[in-house]
C-alpha cells in the first residue's frame, strides 16, 4: 500500500480507494485515468472482548462488524444501511444511519486508525484508547474526509454491551406537523430511542408491495417507527408504557408494536428498501439535514416546490436527527438545469432553516458544486489548505469534495 | 472580539483566551506579554427543547448549562470535573471525565460552534444539527486544540432525555488485578455503567478525613466505584441484581449500594476531591490513557517505578476507560531532572501499553516537551501546517502544545 501511494506521489498518478461501492454521494469513483485502489482483500477482523473493542481492516464489512460483535456478545450500535459497506468507507464518509439520535455517527464509536498518506508515510493515530486528547486530532480529520487525506486501512472500533430486549413500534398519524412534533414530547418525557423514523405511509405500501410483502400499519398517511432498545424486557415494557401513555394523551390513531425479531427485522427491511424501490427512476437522493424541529417546515416547503415544478418529491427521514431523504424522480422533458434548479430551491430552504446539504452522505462527487456556492468562503480556504498540507500533489481521490 | 483578534493579528500582538482557569495542563496560562481574553461576560445561556440542545456562549459555566439543562427536564450527560470551567474551556480542551465509557467526551455533543479566527474571520460550523457530513470537519479540528486555532464563543450542545434512577455502588477488592479484571466483565454481561472508577482505600480515606467526612466503604484496598443511571427504578433494580450476580460469582468483599442522592452525592464529592486532598504536595498530575484492560500493567509498572525512586505516586482513575491520573509529589531534593526522568519512564511505559501520555488534560503548556518526544514526526508537522493555515502569525496562545 505503501510502495503504490509513494509510486503513484512521485509519477502523480491519480488514486481511488474503493471500499465496498455502496456510498451514495459517488466518493469512490474513479473520473480520470489513475489506480483505482481497492482495499476489499484487507478484510481480517477481531474483536478485543477486554477492552470492548473491534480491530478491522478496512475491507470488513458493516455486516463482518456486526456478526462478530455480536458473536463475542457485544453490540456494534451503529446501523448506516448497506451492510456490504467496508469499515473504510464508513469511515471515510463518517456514516450515520437510522439510530443515530441515540449512538451518535461512525466517528463517536472510532476510536484508533491506520492511515496511509497520500506521501507514502503510515500513521497509527489513538488505538484501543477511549480518550486521547494529544494534540490536534488528526483522526476526526481523516474520519469524513471520503478519502482524501489518506487511506484508511485499519481501525480499532469501540463496541457496546448488548441491550437485552428491543421493541420496534409504529405511530400513525393524520396529520405530518403532529406526527413531526410528536418526537421532542418522546425525549421529554425520558424515553430515549434507538431510532425515530419518518416515513408516509404511501411510500412505504408501495416498497412493501414491490418486495412481496406487507407493512403493518394501515392507519393514518404519516407513519413514525421507533426502535426501543432496553437493557431488560422489565424496562423495555415499562419504556413502551410511557410511550403508549403519550400516544394516549396527545391522541394518536392506533400504534403497532413489534416484539418478535422477526417483526421487527421486517418492519425494518420495508423501511431500509424505500431506496431500492425508488432507485430505477432516481435522479438524485438528497440529504438534507435541518434542527429536528424544523423537520415539518422543511418537507413543506418542498412539497410546494413539488407543486411549483410539478413533480413528485418522495421523501423520507431520520425524525429524531433532523436528517430528511428526499428523491429527485425522472420527469419527461427535464434537462440537468432543471434539477438543478429545484435541487438549489430545496437547498436554499435548507440553509435558511439552519441545515446543511448533507448530514451523512457526505459531498463526493455529486455534490461538488453544491457545496461550493454553499460552503462559508474562509472555511472553504481552510479546508483546501488542509488538503494541500496532506497531499501536496493532490493526488488522492482528486476531484471529490472541492471543485 | 473580532475587532481585537483583527488589531492583534496585524501589530502581531498574542493573545490568550481565557476560560474559568480550571485546566490542568495550563493552555490559558499567559507567558509572555499580550491581550488576555477573558470570555467571563459572555455568559449566556439558553434550552432549545424542542431541538434538545443547549445554546451557550464560552463564558457559561458548566454548573450553568447542567442546570439549565436539568430545569428544562433534559440532562447533559458529561461530567468533566470542577464545575466551574467555561462551556469555551471544556470545547477547547475536549473536556472528558467520569462518565466518558457510556456518553463519549465532550466533541460527542458539540454539534455546531461559533468561533472566531486569529486573522479575524467569525465561522459557524454545524449547528442545531445532529448530523452534518458537509466537506472536512473544521468543528472537530477545533475541539481539542486547547485555543490554539480559533476562539469559541458560542455553542449548540446536544442534551439527552434524563435517567429517571441512579445508584452508586463501591465494590471492595484485596487484590489490584482482580478489581481491574471485573470492569470488562461489567460490560460483558450487558450492564452499561455511567462510570467506573478506580480508587485505592488509604487515598480516598485520607481525602474524606480532609473533608471532614467519611468514605462508606471500610473493607479491601482497592475500590471500584460505579455510577448506574437508568431510564425507571425498576430497570436500574434489575442491573443492580445482575451486578450483584456478577459479585458474588467473581467473589468480591461486601460491595456497597448508595441509592439515597445525598449519600450518590457525598461519595462522588470525595472521588471528586482526592485531586484536592494532594494538590498542596503536588507536582505534577498526570493523564495517561492505556487500553483499559492494560491498566492493571501500568500501575503495577509505576509502583515499581515509585520503589525505584524511593517516591510515593498516589494513583486512581476512571477504570471504564484506561484513564489514570498519577500523581508526581514533590520529594525533598529532588530537581527538575529528577522529576522528568520519572515522568519519561512512565510514559515509555504507557505508550509501550498502546497508551497516550494525555486522555483528557490535554497538551497545553506543560506537556509540550514531552509531547514533541512522543509524538510521530509526521503528525506533528501536519499539526503546525494546520496551525499555520489558521493562524499565519502565529498569534493564538502561541506557545501551547507545539514547542
Redesign the interface.
Known sequence: MRQILLVANKYRVPVFPRGGGTGLAAACMPTMSGIILSLERMNKISI??????AEAEAGATLGDLIKAADEA??FFPLHPGDEGAHIGGLIA??A?GVR??KT??M??YVKGIEVV?PTG?I????????????????M??I???EGT?GVVTKAWIRL?????ASATIIIPFEDRRKALEFV?KI??????PLAIEYVEKELVDQTAKILGMSWPCKEGKYHLMLILA???E??LL??CEKLMDLCEKVGVLEPIIAERREEQANILKIRSEIYSALKNELIDIL?T?????KMADLIESVNKLAKKYETYIPAFG?A????LHLHLMRKEGWSKDDYDRLRDEIYEKTIQL??????????GYVRREC?KK???R???E??K???K??DPNNILNPDK?FI
Open positions: 478485543d472482548k477486554d477492552n470492548l473493542m456478545g457485544l464518509c463518517n450515520g443515530a439520535i451518535g455517527v466517528r463517536n498518506l508515510e500513521l497509527i493515530l489513538g488505538g484501543k484508547l477511549v480518550k486521547n486528547n494529544a494534540g490536534y486530532d488528526l476526526q480529520l474520519i469524513g474526509s487525506l457496546q454491551p448488548r441491550p437485552q421532542p425525549f421529554q418525557i425520558g424515553v430515549f432496553e437493557s431488560s422489565e424496562a415499562l419504556e440529504d439535514t435541518v434542527p429536528p424541529a431520520h429524531g436527527d433532523g436528517n439552519g441545515g446543511t446539504i448533507t448530514g451523512e452522505h457526505g459531498i457545496f454553499f460552503v462559508d474562509k472555511a472553504l481552510l479546508m489548505e488542509i488538503k498540507a496532506f469534495i
